[in-house]
């Protein structure tokens, strides 16, 4: 009994330890990846289904030992999720491991995202059709190889992976000959310029005595020849246009050496922006700058749009206030006795009125204190 | 990851003030063109006034929150713009703040200050609202702005140099103490 409830509380645990499995539909980023990314959920068959989508491959079968390779795949697919992510991967082999080809003697020099990986994931334009570019080092080794083009994506929300296999392109990897021109084993392609830099990209080949450069945006149907500048041996100024924004440059390279002349796979260079200069000091004093400024504009036109001051005849508010700010002087007892006894000297006396004083100056009658009382 | 959930929180509650402040505002200056609409402007104005004054020490934690949860602020044309427009939030912010606290709850009842009060409200709504776009264009990729077919690139800045920002900061700091030392003096307006 106490061996099942363990049993028990073991697989319970086990249970709540184990994580929810949850699926990449919105895709899981380029990358190196093996088939079905090594033996994911996709390549469960309950999990999966053959995609519709036709994959071609329109690239020559021959390759020279160590040398750059091409390869042009084409995809047509009618069903896509709503997010019309595509995954494509570039193989060698469809085991589930070691299919990269660079487990098989091949070097990716550039993808079609600029970067070096076999797995890219791309957006499915409405037309439904991708192409795309992979270029590679071909082996070492004199032989034959194989390159495969796989892809993946979702359908509908029916949470399956639709897969698909292209049929193995076959190469044929010869020796080099002797003397063949082509790009130095050292150099690689730029991949990026910075938006606007028209300083010319340098190029350094082996066994080439002349090379052509040809360039275009890409996208476009239509390429233009660039002008190239001898630099010292085997190295090679290649003026190409300034590219600004988002924009992206694809060139293709000519080797020649009056024996051969190789055309060299296309080339892409993407732009970056300029690197900023901004400091966190300048940030902050610009943001500071920026708020006092319009309080100082703000508060400068609440004075100058503010109603104008008008001032109501019976209003004496600043009379009063004016007075009740001017110093009372201090009373002088005797100057009022004084005040006293001039008005009482004024007063003057009839004796037809007993009682009263006339006062001449206020011309009005006023009690006599002398006479007794205020009658 | 501390200052990173403080900086959401602490953007909510700006972002929600400010908004409330704005629109209040917004709605006070409309009621002018109401009859009978005296009291719900008295309620507006209020509501405005308190949650302007309480938007404006948050500005402060949401930016010292932001630049701690980044590595490396400034440091792209995308966190520049938001040290710009966090300045400009403020600067509009506060004028509505003391142009309020200058005239008094009768600052409606006059039409070029109440017209002023609303431009410092829709300014401050407007950068308010490029602040929420960056942010999420910065964290998300995307922002609901992007529907809009002219709303601008926040991939450049107006950069200017170092000192060039420190000599700014000082004359807009002169300019402030100057309008409010050398400028007309104001009276507050009687709002019946």
Redo the contacts between chains.
Sequence with gaps: MRGRILALATITLMLIATQGSVANPGGKGDGNRDFVCGGSCHGDPSLSAPSTATISITSGNTAFTGTAYQLDTTIEIDLISHSRILGVFLLSSTNGNGDNPEDHGWNIIQDPSGTTVNYVEVIVPTNGVVSLTWVLTAPEQVGDGDLIVAIHHGAGYEGLAYLGVSEPHSISIDPVPANLPGFALDWSAPNYRVTGDTSPVRVLTQNTTEISVEWKLEGESISHPATVEAGMEDEWLVHLPATMGDGRIVYRVTTSNGEFDVVQPWLTMGTI?PE????????????????????????????????A?RKHELDQTEEVEAAEETPVEPVVEESTLDEDTAYRARLLKYDEHPGLLWDPVDEEWVDDPDYGGDE | MFSQTLHHLVVGLTTGIATLACLCAIAAWISNYFVGAKDARSHLDTASYIAAIAALPLLPIAVLSG?MAMSD?????M??NK??F???T???L??MV??RW??GPGVWN?S??SL?QVI?AI?TLASITVLGSIGAKMTLGESTMDILPFWPEF?D??????WL??M??I???A??V???RF?????R?SAD
């Design positions: 922006p900023f200069d901004g400091s966190l000091m300048g940030a902050r004093a610009q943001g500071f700058a920026g708020a006092f400024m319009i309080i100082a504009l703000m508060v400068s036109l609440q004075g100058l749009l503010q109603p001051r | 630049t602020p400034a440091s792209d044309a966190s520049y040290f710009l966090t300045g400009l403020t600067g509009f506060a004028s003391i142009g200058r005239f006059d070029r200050l002023l410092s300014g991939d800045s107006v950069v200017v140099n170092e920002s420190v700014l900061l004359f807009g700091l300019a402030m100057a309008a409010f400028g007309p003096k104001v009276e307006i």
